[in-house]
């Protein structure tokens, strides 16, 4: 039984629950976005090469464009045993330049932040999660002056 569970855990990504929240989902002109992210075996004592968080800006019009994209190690070469739970608590300083979130009937800047573990097969991951990102940009940014 527990070789077609370690391959459904392969396929699927089943083998650690992953969550992510945000201290503070709305950041103002501070740029600064402090995660909490919690990893849990759903079986198995569990090793991942690297535990991650992805930050990206997308654009919706007709079409999906990422404005923004990056990815932070958090942790590498992890270990957490059945019955475990580990947390980390990370702090993200966005670039200023970035642009802010903008909803609207036909276009829109959406912020998304996702946690995952390196692990072989699926990584397990939190899903997307969204945050919201309020800054006034210069008008020299938006020219790139």
């Known amino acids: 039984m527990g070789l077609f569970k370690n391959v459904a855990n392969f396929v699927t990504g089943g083998a650690a629950e992953v969550q992510v929240s945000l201290v503070n989902p709305v950041l103002g002109d501070e740029h600064v976005l402090t995660a909490s992210i919690n990893v849990k075996p759903t079986g198995d004592t569990i090793h991942a090469k690297r535990l ?19 990815e932070y190690i958090i942790e590498e070469g992890l270990q957490v045993n059945s ?15 970035v642009p802010p979130t903008y909803l609207a009937k036909h276009f829109s800047v959406k912020w998304m932040i996702k ?11 939190s899903g997307w999660q969204p945050f919201v990102l309020n ?9 790139g002056e």
């Open 52 to 70: 991650y968080l992805i930050v990206q800006a997308v654009e919706e019009s007709s079409t999906a464009n990422q404005l923004f994209s990056e």
């Open 83 to 97: 019955g475990d739970q580990k947390e980390w608590t990370y702090e993200i300083n966005l670039p200023s330049h």
């Open 115 to 125: 946690a995952a573990l390196d692990m072989p097969g699926i990584d397990p991951n």
């Open 135 to 143: 800054n006034e940009i210069a008008i020299e940014n938006l020219r």
